[in-house]
């Protein structure tokens, strides 16, 4: 089920707010976990059990750790902390990556004359990469003592299926929500805010980001026919920008908008990432919550920059390849992790990764922002093939506009695309979500109200009238 689904929008999310809304506070929690399953049932009903089951397990491993910790066991607790790990990593690893490994395996063998593995073809369970991640920060943080177990089994299944951001986050983890686990307690004005932000992350869904997706599709569709002419190609890059932007980060605007109408506080989850003056800024305002999950857990734990400037790069290039291999089971995808993991070292060495005193930051913007467009084409290409013939159009020149891509670019799409590319770049570091909630005056008020009272409706009849558009990190 997408937020933007008519069924979402004018049954499932109005019937779970007045459910929420009206049942006792004692009864509240069962509620929203009984939406969590129906949500995630709707289309992978084969893999709730899966889920549940998992979860459960983590829900014993914690108490069983927190247990051996308050012995002074501390080799019990680290072994039930590795099992941990290595059951939520096993299933992330069968489910996403076994059928990219036999197809490998296969290749190799093929290669040296000898009779591979039989490929696996393997379902992939929604939001697995995420919900994966949160499970693991709970195991972890309990077993550094940073939060408490929960001992009571409903606590850690709402926290894991928790419907607004069990699909494509934002990555939450367990301590930052645990209070209103316990005692879910929606409020007016927290909830008049969710509306808002809400509001906000649909109009990006439904009014940028689908209506420059064919011109995107389009380009790549033709590098994977042969190439599309140069300006094609950079048109669809563009598109393709504005696109992953608007829609991911629509989707968490609207994941925060519906945990604040249901009495939760989401971590954000972008910060104008195309306001970057570097890719190492990028990713501190990129994927926050994927971001802070990878220093604390992985990061850090490596050594971080303790261990010398070798050390560290060497921890850095860790950290993007397994952001890029995170992000889907294919090369394409490492490479991209390895390009921005190669930019975060060059920044280093040269200095160039410093904020305070920055000169010459639009020229710095620009660059920062070309060399992330450059990236996205690896992340969307469907294999390094179309990537290296989309590259060779684009520095290549070849007159004329591809049939396909000019097709594409109608009055909506270059109105959505050029109303994108003037929010992203506008100069200013407010981020439009939170000055829409948070801000006061007139302006802003304004703004509020044209926001429910404007780009809603056009956001619902949009979405009421268009073709299913699942969110582009459904996939992940």
């Known amino acids: 089920m997408v937020f933007s689904s008519t069924t979402f929008l004018f049954a499932f999310l109005p019937a779970v707010l007045l459910a929420t809304w009206l049942s006792p506070l004692r009864l509240r929690r069962f509620v929203l976990l009984f939406a969590g399953i129906a949500f995630y049932a709707w289309g992978v009903q084969e893999f709730v059990l899966l889920v549940l089951g998992s979860t459960l397990l983590d829900w014993a491993l914690a108490l069983g750790i927190k247990h051996a910790r308050d012995a002074r066991q501390t080799g019990l607790a680290r072994l039930l902390l590795v099992a941990g790990i290595v059951q939520n990593v096993g299933l992330l690893g069968y489910y996403k990556y076994a059928g990219f490994l036999t197809h490998q395996l296969d290749r190799l063998a093929s290669a040296l004359g000898e009779h591979g593995p039989s490929v696996l073809s393997v379902a992939l369970p929604i939001g697995i990469s995420f919900f994966t991640f949160e499970k693991i920060s709970y195991l972890v943080d309990v077993w550094r003592g940073d939060v408490e177990p929960r001992r009571d089994p409903i606590d850690v299944l709402l926290f894991v299926s928790l419907f607004p951001r069990s699909i494509a986050g934002p990555i939450v983890r367990l301590r930052e929500i645990q209070n209103d686990l316990r005692e879910p307690r929606p409020r007016p004005e927290l909830a008049r805010a969710g509306a808002i932000r809400f509001a906000h992350g649909l109009a990006k869904k439904v009014l940028i980001a689908d209506q420059v997706a064919p011109v995107a599709d389009a380009a790549f569709a033709a590098a994977a026919a042969g190439g599309p002419t140069t300006a094609a190609a950079w048109i669809g890059a563009l598109a393709y920008s504005m696109q992953i932007y608007f829609d991911f980060s629509g989707y968490s605007d609207m994941a925060i908008g519906i945990g604040m109408m249901l009495g939760f506080r989401l971590p954000e989850n972008f910060n104008r990432p195309y306001s970057s003056i570097s890719i190492t800024d990028f990713w501190r305002r990129w994927h926050m919550t994927l971001s802070r999950w990878f220093r604390d857990y992985v990061y850090i734990p490596l050594g971080g920059n303790r261990g010398g400037e070798g050390a560290t790069y060497r921890n850095l290039l860790i950290v993007f390849v397994l952001t890029g291999f995170w992000h889907g089971a294919a090369w394409s995808f490492v490479l991209w992790g390895l390009y921005h993991g190669m930019w975060m070292l060059i920044e280093r060495r040269m200095g160039w990764r410093g904020l305070d005193g920055v000169r010459f930051v639009p020229l710095r913007r620009a660059g920062a922002f ?107």
Do not use: K
Request: aromatic share 12%; charged share 10%.
């Open 370 to 476: 070309l060399i992330v467009l450059i990236g996205w084409v690896l992340f969307r290409a469907d294999t390094l093939h179309h990537a290296c013939d989309y590259y060779r159009a684009m520095v290549e020149p070849h007159g004329g506009m591809t049939a396909a891509v000019s097709g594409a670019l109608t009055h909506q799409a270059i109105a959505a695309l050029a109303i994108a590319c003037v929010i992203v770049l506008l100069p200013g570091t407010r981020n439009g979500g939170r000055w829409l909630v948070d801000a006061a005056g007139r302006i802003p008020s304004a703004a509020r109200f044209a926001s429910l009272g404007l780009v809603l409706p056009l956001a619902l009849v949009y979405a009421f009238s268009s073709t299913f558009s699942p969110f582009l990190y459904f996939r992940f």
